[in-house]
């Protein structure tokens, strides 16, 4: 018999309330020791109190889920109790004790894995989960809350049916070789499909930026006003913030959320010539981690400072009159930490540099997920140039199973289990 597991599945600590989880089997049975009178009815919150042996430990609303009918495919209690450390805690030891038989704690994302062998969830689902737990963004929600459900997996049962259609005629085509039935329409499918493909991976490409978040570097000369500027954007003090110039010797980072993309900025040493040898190993520092940025925001205080700063402008780079506030005799728009002024021409010009992508749906999120797209792809590439070539169709036909193959491993009908242990290992314990 399978186990049945139980888990706290709200965050730990004092709160007003907490959810225990249990699924298995065995979850209506475990419920019916603990409590008394008629049992609650499936989908209908009821309140009821917990006992144990006599013992009253709270007073909760209690969900049952029929098998079938849970996020699990199990049979699932969820017990909403009082947030107490103290009842959680009892509850969990009672079922620990051994009248409750193949009754033991969930292991990391053991719930959600429940829901994946029964059919509840597909891989790209599972993955697009676990994406929404960890999403920051706004952004990052939309993508992974359209993975999770479902949209991804649509699109590649559609590219399973195409491929499926390629590899039927080439049977037919086997199977009636005496008759000189030809494939019919297998190049323009084949075309079909890897303008499809083409789309997601384009789309990938644009996403992997906005999901990863992208890093804007602040330079200038030293004393310019770079961590006045990163204690206004990050709305709070970061950066220590002085007259005397080299103050900043470490790189420093306050996160924004910009059109629902994560932006850091790097708030970095001066740039100038110094004896001091820790400044001078941050000016080293500074000039290689900017060559690796999104963008750069170029304070000067006057523009010949430019020049001096040994570093080459570049197609995104911002260039702002620092401390605008006390004026600005440049060509350059003005910018100014301390009081805020030019803030919002400098937010709504990175706003600009952001990559744009209109709301699509079944968006790939992952670099597994990519990575059987492209191998997907590889295989309508040798079928096209087999076809082209007229090799046998025995041999394409090989090729294109191999290719349904890969569409079944990107959605977890097979070859799944080292990938579900690296997902889950990312999840509480409780989901």
Not at 84 to 101: P, W
Not at 326 to 354: A, C, F, H, P, V
Request: some cysteine.
């Amino acid at each position: 018999m399978k186990d049945t597991i139980f888990a706290l599945s709200t965050a730990p600590g004092v709160s007003a309330l907490a959810v225990l989880r249990i699924s298995g089997p065995n979850a209506f049975s475990t419920l019916k020791k603990i409590i008394k009178g008629d049992f609650p009815t499936p989908r209908v919150a009821t309140l009821k109190k917990i006992i144990w042996r006599g013992d009253l430990i709270d007073e909760c609303i209690v969900v049952c889920f029929n098998r079938g009918s849970s996020f699990t495919g199990e049979q699932v209690v969820e017990l909403q109790t009082h947030g107490s450390q103290a009842v959680i805690k009892r509850i969990c030891s009672i079922f620990l004790k051994e009248d409750f038989v193949n009754l033991r704690p969930a292991e990391e994302g053991e719930f959600t894995r429940q829901a994946f062998y029964n059919g509840k969830l597909n891989l790209t689902q599972v993955e697009g989960l676990a994406e929404l737990l960890s999403a920051e963004t706004e952004t990052q929600r939309k993508w992974s809350i359209d993975s999770y459900s479902g949209t991804l997996s649509r699109d590649i049962n559609k590219w399973r049916d195409i491929l499926t259609e390629i590899l039927s005629d080439f049977e037919a085509n086997i199977d009636f070789s005496d008759e000189d039935i030809e494939p019919l329409n297998v190049s323009e499918k084949i075309d079909k499909l890897m303008v499809l493909m083409k789309e997601k991976e384009d789309i990938y490409n644009k996403v992997k930026v906005v999901r990863d978040g992208i890093e804007i570097a602040i330079i200038g000369p030293p004393n310019v006003g770079k961590s006045t500027l990163l204690n206004k954007l990050g709305n709070r003090k970061l950066a220590l913030t002085s007259e005397i110039a080299g103050t900043t010797r470490d790189i420093i980072e306050a996160k924004l959320e910009i059109k629902g993309i994560g932006v850091t900025f790097l708030d970095t040493a001066g740039l100038r010539e110094t004896n001091d040898i820790l400044e001078s190993e941050g000016i080293a520092l500074v000039k290689e981690r900017i060559n690796k940025v999104f963008s750069r925001v170029i304070l000067i205080n006057e523009e010949k400072d430019i020049d001096k700063l040994g570093v080459l402008i570049k197609e995104g780079d911002m260039v702002f009159k620092a401390k605008a506030d006390q004026g600005n005799r440049t060509k350059y728009k003005g910018l100014s930490g301390k009081t805020g002024k030019g803030i919002s021409e400098l937010i709504n010009d990175i706003e600009k540099l952001l990559p744009n992508i209109n709301r699509v749906s079944g968006i790939i999120i992952d670099e597994r997920q990519i990575k059987k797209v492209k191998d997907t792809k590889g295989v309508l590439k040798v079928l096209k140039k087999g076809l082209e070539k007229g090799k046998d169709i025995e041999i394409l036909a090989e090729e294109c199973r191999r290719g349904v193959r890969f569409l079944d491993e990107l959605e977890g009908k097979i070859d799944s289990e080292l990938i579900l242990g690296n997902i889950f290992r990312k999840f509480c314990i409780g989901k």
